[in-house]
């Protein structure tokens, strides 16, 4: 049988490597990693739409393919199915894992709550697949872990997901045994600042109330807080909690309130309410997730693997569309954030032009000593991705030109779709089009045509 590795993400090759280790372990196969590749697989010099990934050894998997889903909703960055035929949505997986490179060291919030909901809204789909968050840490694990992290991963043991990735006090990090214990960590630990709603657990007679903002950004909309409140309210369900549970102080008005969002979606699923308002019924979408076949990212995730697989290039930054931000890696190898200001107080009263603009992607050339900033659209907003290379002058005196002073910058942009097989605007470097072709911008950079060429004499 055949791994199949769906994903909205660019598969990285230390995350792989995990996913490898631990399907190895869960079935008690013997296995090898070697150096891991991910190859686009090729057919009559179009790509296929699928990734081959070399390198892993295991005589129960015959091969394993990766390729490039769109999610309903609230999907985990990984579903992983063991069977032979390329998955059907009526398949089940092995694994649903969570990815993240966020420590509370960098983010309370992120790191823990704003995944929750994921692992809450799977089980709509698949109520028996096996969970797992995985952390992909850059930085420096935090040494003493913040109260928010230990209650938000007590809570995912709680409810069955796997950490990998961290080390964890086993003393410290143990499911919680009942909802009593549940509601007087959470009121032992440090209160909210002055004037934020803070997350409290009240226990009555006939009903358990939660509070918690849902209000943002003029709808129901505050990420943190929906994984917070989504794991919360699962976890009280799990430990047998049958009676009424209330979401209080939301902040949300009856408008606010639609049936297609997730957060109303796990409310359903759950019985919970909102106080003073009235919880439709969701439509639940029929399938979690299909095959992308539409995303500009087809293209950015297309050139980043054969970049980084094909040359000595590879990627200095990403921000794939719909995946999450990486960080900036300086010549030394450090992993640094970037900004999303120039100033943030300036910002925050109003003004939009201290947005920093950032790139899809950012390759280097070492050899040529160039950096290459590039933008990916759709092919048929090319014209504007061609506008978006005149806003990366902060970004290139900020961090390029400081981290990397004696390299040449290039913008170009990388499109997807279309039947087209010529480009013509010099600023574009590639186009994969929807029959897979592989085609080269006129003034493609040197470390594109360089790919290409070898990623067609590889298959040829």
């Known amino acids: 049988m055949n791994l199949w590795l769906l994903t909205e993400e660019r598969p990285k090759k230390e995350v792989l490597a995990t996913i490898f280790r631990k399907f190895a372990k869960d079935y008690g196969f013997a296995c090898f990693i070697d150096t891991l590749r991910i190859l686009p697989i090729l057919e009559k010099g ?23 889903v769109s999610g309903n909703s609230s999907f985990t960055d990984f579903v992983i199915f063991y069977q032979e035929y390329e998955p059907k949505q009526t398949d089940t997986p092995i694994y649903a894992i969570e990815e993240t490179k966020t ?4 983010s309370r919030n992120t790191g823990v709550y704003q995944r929750c909901s994921k692992f809450v809204f799977i089980e709509n789909y698949y109520p028996n697949i096996r969970k797992i968050m995985l ?12 109260e928010t992290y230990i209650f938000g ?15 964890l006090d086993e003393n410290v990090f143990v499911p919680f045994q009942n909802i009593d214990e549940v509601i007087d960590f959470k009121a032992n630990m440090r209160k909210a600042p002055a004037g934020n709603v803070p997350i409290s657990i009240t226990k009555f007679e006939d009903k358990i109330q939660i509070s918690g903002r849902l209000f943002k ?55 919970v309410s909102l106080k ?42 990403e921000n794939h569309a719909g995946s ?21 107080e300036k910002y925050k009263s109003g003004d939009k032009e201290q947005i920093i603009h950032i790139p899809d992607l950012i390759l280097i050339d070492f050899g040529r000593s160039e950096v290459i900033n590039i933008e990916g659209k759709k092919y048929k907003f090319r014209k504007d991705g061609i506008a978006e290379l005149a806003n990366y002058d902060f970004i290139e005196k900020n961090y390029i030109q400081k981290y990397y002073p004696d390299f040449q910058i290039v913008r170009t942009v990388v499109l997807y779709g279309s039947q ?16 897979g072709s592989l085609i080269l911008g006129i003034k493609a950079p040197k470390l594109f045509q360089e790919a290409i060429r070898n990623l067609l004499d590889f298959w040829n």
């Not at 087209?420 to 029959?435: K, M």
């Open 420 to 435: 087209e097989n010529e480009i013509i605007e010099i600023e574009i470097g590639f186009l994969l089009n929807e029959n």
């Open 135 to 146: 952390y992909n840490l850059q930085v420096e694990q935090k040494e003493k872990p913040t």
């Open 153 to 167: 991963t007590r809570l995912l043991l709680t409810l069955g997901v796997e950490i990998l990735g961290k080390k």
């Open 217 to 271: 950004s003029e709808g129901l909309s505050h990420d943190p807080n929906i994984g917070a409140l989504s794991i919360i309210c699962a976890v009280l369900r799990k430990l047998g909690w049958q009676k009424r549970l209330e979401i209080t102080q939301h902040g949300l008005e009856q408008k606010h309130v639609g049936k297609s969002n997730k957060f109303i979606q796990i409310a359903n699923k759950l019985a």
């Open 324 to 344: 999450e931000k990486g960080y900036f890696i300086t010549k030394n190898g450090e992993a640094i954030p970037l900004a999303k200001y120039k100033d943030r």
């Open 103 to 106: 420590d509370d060291k960098e």
């Open 46 to 68: 179009k790509f296929t739409f699928t990734y081959e990934v070399t390198g892993f050894r295991c005589n129960k998997v015959n091969k394993v393919f990766v390729k490039t």
């Open 276 to 317: 003073n308002l009235s919880v439709p019924k969701a439509d639940f979408k029929t399938d979690y997730w299909k095959y992308d076949t539409e995303g500009e990212k087809l293209g950015t995730i297309f050139i980043h693997l054969v970049v980084e697989n094909f040359t000595k290039g590879y990627a200095i930054f």
